[in-house]
Nanobody, 124 residues
Framework: QVQLVESGGGLVQAGGSLRLSCAAS????????MGWFRQAPGKEHEFVATMSRSGGSTYYADFVKGRFTISRDNAKNTMYLQMNSLKPEDTAVYYCAAAKTRYSSSVYSEYNYWGQGTQVTVSS
């Protein structure tokens, strides 16, 4: 079992920055690929970023490339999402997730553990 707890969300003006954290419990974290997804009101879950177990492979959704950076610290069982140059369209609940394998993945069904989410609101 893996429990994931996100933090770091909040209200920020357009152009601002936030850093999300995802604290994991259990041994699986260091063996799992990890990802960030988001869900805006009335929309489906949307892939944001992913990183492999080792951190050697990362992949981003096109709409966050150059603005968001995913990272992880396996010693601390924690994953991060640094979000810069935020836009109002980035407003959503952001979820961290642990994958079924050690690989990075943009596919929702490849993840079997999810956090409760943290709200990010970007004002214009």
């Amino acid at each position: 079992q893996v429990q994931l707890v996100e933090s770091g969300g909040g209200l920020v003006q357009a152009g601002g920055s936030l850093r999300l954290s995802c604290a994991a419990s259990g041994r699986t974290f260091s063996n799992s690929g990890m990802g960030w997804f988001r869900q805006a009101p009335g929309k489906e879950h949307e892939f944001v970023a992913t990183m492999s177990r080792s951190g050697g492979s990362t992949y981003y959704a096109d709409f966050v490339k150059g603005r968001f950076t995913i990272s992880r610290d396996n010693a601390k069982n924690t994953m991060y999402l640094q979000m810069n140059s935020l836009k109002p369209e980035d407003t959503a609940v952001y979820y961290c997730a642990a994958a079924k394998t050690r690989y990075s993945s943009s596919v929702y069904s490849e993840y079997n553990y999810w956090g409760q989410g943290t709200q990010v609101t970007v004002s214009s």
